[in-house]
C-alpha cells in the first residue's frame, strides 16, 4: 500500500533562518506531489506541485521554493524565513489516473519567531 | 478570485441529524469533486468524490450531490455522530489535475 511521510511535525524557526520540509511516498511510482499551507482560518492553497523528477511549477509568488530530487522525495525550503511564512504545510501525492484522490501527510506546523 | 467556496465557516448540528455542507464553483472546467476531513494538527483525509458525469454518489453515511447547472455540490452526513466534527473541505479538480480547495466548514456535532 501506499504511504506518505513528512517530516517534522513541529518546528520553531527564528526569521531570516533556512527551512527545509522533507516528503517521501512509498508504494508508488511516479506520483505527482503537491505542497500546500494552510494559514490560520484559511483553506487549503497549493504553493508547488511536480509532474516528475526535477519538475516544479510555482503557483503563487513567495519566499519559499521546491525541489524534487528523486521520483518519491519532495522538499520545500527557504532561505529566509519570513514571519509570514508560518503556517501548516502539508504535502500530498494523486496517481496518473484522471479521476484519482490526493493524499495527504500529516503535516508540519511552522512557527516562525 | 476563489473558484470553490464554501460560503459557511462554521455548522453546528445535533447528533444523529443530518449535517448538510456546501460549496459552490466558478469554473465551469471542473470535472472531479472531492471532499475531505481534516482534524486540527493532522492532513485531510480523503472522504468521497463525484465524477462531473454524475449528480449523486453515496457512501454510507456520505452522500455527496452535484448541481453542476447551479455550479453547486454538497454534501450530507447522515445520521451525524459527535466523531463527525472536523473541519471539511471541498476541492474541485480541473484538466490539469491540480485540486483547488475552498476554504473550509468548521462542523460541530453536538452530543
Known amino acids: 500500500s501506499q504511504t506518505i511521510h513528512q517530516w517534522p511535525a513541529t518546528l520553531v524557526q527564528p526569521v531570516g533562518s533556512p527551512l527545509s520540509l522533507e516528503c517521501t511516498v512509498e508504494g508508488t511510482s511516479n506520483p505527482n506531489l503537491y505542497w500546500y499551507r494552510q494559514a490560520a482560518g484559511r483553506g487549503l492553497q497549493l504553493l508547488f506541485y511536480?509532474?516528475?523528477?526535477?519538475?516544479i511549477s510555482s503557483e503563487v509568488p513567495q519566499n519559499l521554493s521546491a525541489s524534487r530530487p528523486q521520483d518519491r522525495q519532495f522538499i520545500l525550503s527557504s532561505k529566509k524565513l519570513l514571519l509570514s511564512d508560518s503556517g501548516f504545510y502539508l504535502c500530498?501525492?494523486?496517481?496518473?489516473?484522471?479521476?484519482?484522490?490526493?493524499?495527504f501527510g500529516q503535516g508540519t506546523r511552522l512557527t516562525v519567531v | 478570485d476563489q473558484q470553490v467556496k464554501q460560503n459557511s465557516p462554521s455548522l453546528s448540528v445535533q447528533e444523529g441529524r443530518i449535517s448538510i455542507l456546501n460549496c459552490d464553483y466558478t469554473?465551469?472546467?471542473?470535472?472531479?469533486f472531492l471532499w475531505y476531513k481534516k482534524y486540527p494538527a493532522e492532513g485531510p483525509t480523503f472522504l468521497i468524490s463525484?465524477?462531473?458525469?454524475?449528480d449523486k454518489n453515496e457512501d454510507g453515511r456520505f452522500t455527496v450531490f452535484l448541481n453542476k447547472s447551479a455550479k453547486h455540490l454538497s454534501l450530507h452526513i447522515v445520521p451525524s455522530q459527535p466523531g463527525d466534527s472536523a473541519v471539511y473541505f471541498c476541492?474541485?479538480?480541473?484538466?490539469?489535475?491540480?485540486?483547488?480547495f475552498g476554504s473550509g466548514t468548521q462542523l460541530t456535532v453536538l452530543p
Open positions: 476541492a474541485a479538480r480541473d484538466w490539469s489535475r491540480q485540486l483547488t
Open positions: 463525484i465524477s462531473s458525469i454524475k
Open positions: 469554473n465551469s472546467m471542473f470535472d472531479y
Open positions: 511536480s509532474v516528475g523528477i526535477g519538475q
Open positions: 500530498a501525492w494523486t496517481g496518473q489516473g484522471v479521476m484519482t484522490e490526493a493524499f
